[in-house]
Nanobody
């Protein structure tokens, strides 16, 4: 089993920055963090969970939602079993619970929540106007 724990959420003014962290522990079928693709998703009240960003197991391939392209950066530190989401130029519409997720079979970038095997508990990000 893989456990994911997010941190770094909080309240920030529009235009500000936050960095979210997601630390993984455990393993899936003998595969460990350095083999997983990782993703960030978010869910605002009354809305469906939506894709934010994803990164391949090596970190060499990333993908972003159009709404965050150029403002958010996903990166990983495999030796620390941690994936990060650097969020700049935050907008009120970025307010949501942010979840990290692990894709443990193929290690490739995915945008659909259905492709991910494990999820964290989420961390709240609130951007005030």
């Amino acid at each position: 089993q893989v456990q994911l724990v997010e941190s770094g959420g909080g309240l920030v003014q529009a235009g500000g920055s936050l960095t979210l962290s997601c630390r993984a522990s455990g393993s899936a079928s003998g595969r460990t963090f350095s083999s997983y693709a990782m993703g960030w998703f978010r869910q605002a009240p009354g809305q469906e969970r939506e894709f934010v960003a994803s990164i391949s197991y090596t970190g060499g391939n990333t993908h972003y939602a159009d709404s965050v392209e150029g403002r958010f950066t996903i990166f990983r530190h495999n030796a620390k079993n941690t994936v990060y989401l650097q969020m700049n130029s935050l907008k009120p519409e970025d307010t949501a619970i942010y979840y990290c997720a692990a894709e443990t079979l193929f290690g490739v970038v995915l945008t659909s929540p259905a492709g991910y095997d494990y999820w964290g508990q989420g961390t709240q990000v609130t951007v005030s106007s």
